[in-house]
């Protein structure tokens, strides 16, 4: 069983900004109106308001009243370019836009956590950093709030993002190992194209690119323990334009997921030398490229067990997680600070990213006294 224990009043306001929220996504860096909202209702409640160099986003600070620590706790904030189609009262007022990832909840949340901490603001031991961090759908917005040096001085982070596949209010957390790292690589093959009915006139990049498909699955059943989960898929192919032409180029697109940096790295060096060794082998030329994406979600052990327990003190069911090769650039943060992301389920029959996608609002009965305790634990420690 789920407890509210907040006062009367605000799972009203909490309902009516999810669904605000929820009517008016707004694609990574473009999160204007999305960021105006979070100021006034901060403004609306005396929060401060810090300043923020970038476009979109809010830094916020509640307490600083009595000393000791200061922790921050993130929410992401921007929608995915799809077309709703769940069917709600609700829905997106745009078409190709859609909170399908449940960042509106998690926005909410933490504005429905802060007004909540606000009121007992004089006796919290120390304060709260508060980050409504734009652009987590494009891996760039972690990097953009770190960068802005507003984690400084911060002892711990703790994030939230919604389950579908755990029934509503159930809390799910894992140590360790929990989003891995998100890597892009592209490989082109140059050749001399020529005539299909003479290929010994030219070279046929055609072939090489087919060998590289094959060769590239070799790398994690071959190269990398298979203790350690990591993932290498191809995605996208682009070559010639009719059917009696080997054309002069061809462009393979993919990505990588993995945990270990060592491995990250070990399958990057492999694809090279897998690529530059077939195009040799063909004859060919070769060019590879690889864009970093974030790295893995490693939660800390401390913090993630103080969530449990946590969780479990206030009565709210919890269940450990398995890791998932899907990445969060909540990674980011944990580069410079401990932190730990967890899990509350919201009983949805369709997952994150479908049109279809519903978060169950009651989630926000366990989600936000989760953050409060969280808080008014962390700080009285
Ligand atoms: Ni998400």
Not at 218 to 233: A, E, G, K, L
Request: aromatic residues 8%.
């Amino acid at each position: 069983m789920t407890q509210y224990e907040l006062e009367s009043g605000i799972e009203k306001l909490t309902l009516a900004l999810f669904q605000w929220f929820h009517r008016h996504p707004e694609l990574a860096l473009s999160e204007f109106e999305t960021t105006k909202k979070i100021k006034a209702v901060l403004q609306e409640h005396n929060i401060d308001i810090l300043s923020n160099p970038m476009d979109t986003g809010v830094f916020a600070k509640i307490g600083g009243k009595k000393p000791g620590s200061l922790i921050a706790l993130r929410a992401d904030i921007d929608a995915l370019p799809i077309n709703e189609e769940s069917g709600l009262p609700y829905s997106s007022e745009h078409s190709n836009r859609m909170h399908a990832c449940g960042h509106d909840f998690h926005l909410t949340n933490l504005l429905a956590t802060a007004i909540e901490l606000k009121k007992i603001e004089d006796q919290l031991n120390g304060s709260i950093l508060l980050i409504f961090q734009p652009a987590e759908e494009v891996d760039h917005g972690a990097d953009r709030v770190v960068n802005t040096g507003i984690l400084n001085g911060v002892e711990a982070i703790f994030g939230l993002h919604v389950n579908p596949e755990l029934p509503t209010g159930v809390v799910g957390v894992k140590t360790g190992n929990f989003n891995a790292a998100v890597d892009r690589f592209f490989v082109t093959f140059h050749g001399k194209g020529t005539h299909a009915a003479h290929p010994e006139s030219g070279d046929d990049v055609i072939v090489a690119t087919g060998e590289f498909i094959v060769a590239a699955q070799t790398i994690v059943s071959r190269n990398v323990n298979p203790f350690d989960p990591s993932v290498v898929s191809i995605t996208h192919l682009e070559s010639g334009k009719t059917w009696n032409v080997l054309p002069n180029t061809s462009l393979l697109e993919g990505t990588v997921r993995s945990f270990d940096k060592k491995t990250r790295e070990k399958i990057k060096t492999r694809l090279q030398k897998v690529a530059s060794g077939i195009a040799a082998t063909n004859e060919v030329t070769s060019e590879f490229q690889w864009v970093d994406g974030a790295p893995a979600v490693v939660n800390d052990q401390r913090l993630t067990k103080f969530v449990e327990t946590v969780a479990l003190k206030k009565h709210f069911d919890v269940v450990h997680l398995e890791a998932s090769m899907g990445g969060e650039d909540f990674s980011c943060y944990q580069q410079i600070i401990p932190g730990t992301f967890f899990n509350v389920g919201v009983g949805s029959a369709y997952p994150v990213h479908s049109s279809k996608f519903k978060a169950d609002p009651k989630a926000f009965e366990t989600s936000i006294p989760l953050f409060v305790a969280l808080v008014k634990s962390y700080l009285e420690g």
